[in-house]
């Protein structure tokens, strides 16, 4: 277990013969203060230096590899994890906030071709703590430059409805310990059904973004394999159950790769799902990584599939690229020092 494991009663444990306020201390000087355990002054200095050197408060992540791009707005982490794993965190800055997409796995199973994580296969899943202390991370990184942490998007590598159970008590850490609130927050996933179905019972008010990228079963199995299991009907169903029972709006992702999904066509297919559940469709031209040799669609091929979408009464945006050089961008995340150098 690392730092971010520990909830109040399991911080408790650590400080046998302490008062119980030490415990309160330390949760919050963790989760609220961001701090490491030699840097609370509320703390006695002899405890502070025997927490420092707890195993159980050691960080589970281990810096290997830092790049920024888009003229310092976008930092990409590599972290090495306790056995050798690895993942990669992005925070992106804006004036006065920052958001920070986060990974769920080591790895991706879920093959999807145009992304760079599902290429590169699965590792394992990570636990609370090595999500927790990812958002605590970049947290403190904003914070030092005069910014708030107000966005997380689980977006990075993984799927996070596959890592369910970890995923879920990471938010809950994320929005009760650290104070960001859970209309903040976006779990992204390509389809688990079984997860959508999950997060749609739980009292946590998240949001969900499913990555369609294909409104057919024939060609969103080329793209997301995961559809042979749960073809696009059973997601569809799943979605609207989601929708009914939540009030939250439901996004989706689309990757627009030239020739492939940016036809009227597809338009059209898109928007018959779309529309019935009052979507929000997030479009993102298809960034490129090594596995997959189709490029995303131009910008005039982008616009005139917006226009499209809105011809048809579906509220739609475009995602703007961050992080494309240094290989931080959607679909680019794959774990290996020194990836878009």
């Known amino acids: ?12 444990d650590l400080l ?20 490491q355990p030699d840097e609370l002054s509320t703390l006695p200095v002899p405890l502070r230096r025997h927490l420092a050197a707890l ?13 920024r791009a888009d003229d310092g707005a976008t930092d990409k982490w590599l972290f090495r994890l306790h056995d050798g794993a ?17 990974s769920s796995q080591a790895g991706c199973a879920m093959a999807c071709s145009f992304c760079a994580t599902g290429q590169g296969g699965f590792g394992r899943h990570l636990q609370r703590g090595e999500i927790v202390e990812q958002v605590v991370r970049a947290a403190r990184a904003a914070r030092e430059e005069g910014r708030r942490l107000d966005h997380v998007v689980f977006m990075g590598m993984g799927e996070p409805l596959a890592n369910y159970d970890r ?105 018959a799902i779309a529309r019935p559940l009052h979507a929000h469709v997030n479009l993102i031209p298809l960034n490129p990584t090594p596995g997959y040799l189709a490029v995303g669609s131009s910008a005039a091929a982008v616009r005139r599939f917006r226009d499209e979408l809105d011809r048809r009464g579906v509220n739609v945006t475009v995602r703007a690229t961050r992080g494309r050089d240094i290989a931080a961008a959607c679909g680019q995340l794959a774990g290996s020092a020194g990836a878009g150098r």
């Open 1 to 12: 277990m690392s730092r971010y494991d520990h909830d109040l009663d399991g911080l408790a």
């Open 167 to 271: 995923v879920l008590a990471a938010v809950r850490s994320i929005v009760v310990d650290i104070g960001i609130g859970a209309r903040n927050l976006t779990l992204s996933t390509v389809g688990v059904v079984p997860g959508i179905e999950r997060l749609a019972g739980e009292p946590l008010q998240v949001s969900l973004a499913v990555s369609l990228h294909a409104a057919n079963d024939e060609l969103r199995s080329r793209l997301v394999p995961l559809n042979r299991r749960y073809p696009l009907d059973t997601v569809r169903a799943a979605c609207a159950r989601y929708v009914e029972r939540t009030h939250r709006r439901l996004s989706f992702e689309w990757a627009l790769i030239a020739g492939v999904n940016d036809r009227t066509d597809d338009a059209d297919e898109l928007a």
């Open 55 to 67: 195993p159980e408060l050691a960080p589970a992540l281990e810096l290997a590899d830092a790049r």
């Open 16 to 35: 046998p013969g302490e008062p119980a306020f030490r415990a309160r201390q330390l949760h919050d000087g963790l989760y609220r203060q961001l701090a």
């Open 86 to 102: 690895v993942v990669e965190t992005v925070l992106m800055r804006y004036p006065r906030r920052a958001t920070v997409c986060v």
